[in-house]
């Protein structure tokens, strides 16, 4: 059987915060919802290339650890998804986890990454 990656670590850093197209900010309100649903320490969402957007909370459970971005990109891939537009994580932290970056790279290597604090203040974008 095949090993599994570890998951990355890198921690890409915001650059100055973009301003944001009225479609990215629907994705604020919509990953600001999906924290505040149920209390996550982070809330997610994003947008296909066909403009469906998905949003998605944090899990931690036992067997199960999923940022939100993470959870995000799953649901859209789900759905049949092979692109991304555009994803936003609102969060606590300053920087973006390595996983959900590497999540939204997988499926496109230019769509702005927003990272939002807990109030829909738009704290950086990550662009590479």
């Known amino acids: ?3 599994t990656p ?3 670590t890198a921690r890409p850093t915001p650059t100055a915060p973009a301003v944001l ?3 990215d900010a629907k994705l604020v309100v919509l990953a600001r919802g999906a924290r505040g649903r149920v209390g996550a320490v982070e809330g ?3 947008r296909d290339s066909d403009g469906r957007t998905y949003a998605a909370a944090s899990v931690a459970l036992p067997s199960l650890t999923l940022t939100a971005l993470q959870l995000a990109v799953a649901s859209a891939v789900a759905a049949g ?10 969060t606590e932290a ?3 986890d390595g ?6 790279r997988d499926l496109t290597v230019d769509a ?3 990272v939002a604090a807990p109030d829909g203040t738009v704290l950086g974008t990550v662009t590479q």
Do not use: Q
């Open 81 to 90: 998804a092979n692109r991304l537009e555009a994803a936003v994580v609102v």
């Open 6 to 8: 570890a998951a990355p």
């Open 1 to 3: 059987m095949p090993e």
């Open 21 to 23: 197209s009225a479609e």
């Open 94 to 96: 300053s920087t973006l």
């Open 44 to 46: 997610a969402a994003v």
């Open 99 to 104: 996983a959900g970056h590497a999540a939204v």
């Open 112 to 114: 702005p990454i927003h």
